[in-house]
């Protein structure tokens, strides 16, 4: 699998739900560098804190390969990096 490192902001344009019980927000597709990802999976989500800063931190599918990304609750939005 190679990975490669990102760490650069980007736009989220459309959220969805998982599909349980408690319905838990996710970005269904974002902008970055000029092109469009939609998303066909939420895997695994995390929330950390870190002098009193909380931070999201997901992964998402395309169905080709995996996104990571992380959301501050100050609304900023950065994709970490893309495994495939």
């Excluded at 066909?40 to 002098?51: E, F, H, K, N, V």
């Excluded at 800063?53 to 990096?81: C, M, P, Q, V």
Aim: a positive charge; one cysteine or more; glycine letters at 8%.
């Amino acid at each position: 699998m190679k990975k490669i490192q990102i760490n650069e902001q980007i736009t989220v344009t459309s959220m969805g739900f998982r599909k349980n019980k408690n319905l838990v927000a996710y970005p269904r597709r974002i902008e970055f560098r000029g092109s469009t990802y939609n998303f066909i999976d939420a895997g695994l989500r995390c929330l950390m804190s870190c002098s009193g800063n909380i931070a999201e931190f997901l992964t998402l599918s395309d169905g080709k390969a995996d996104y990571h990304l992380r959301h501050d609750f100050d609304g900023a939005w950065t994709l970490l990096s893309i495994a495939s």
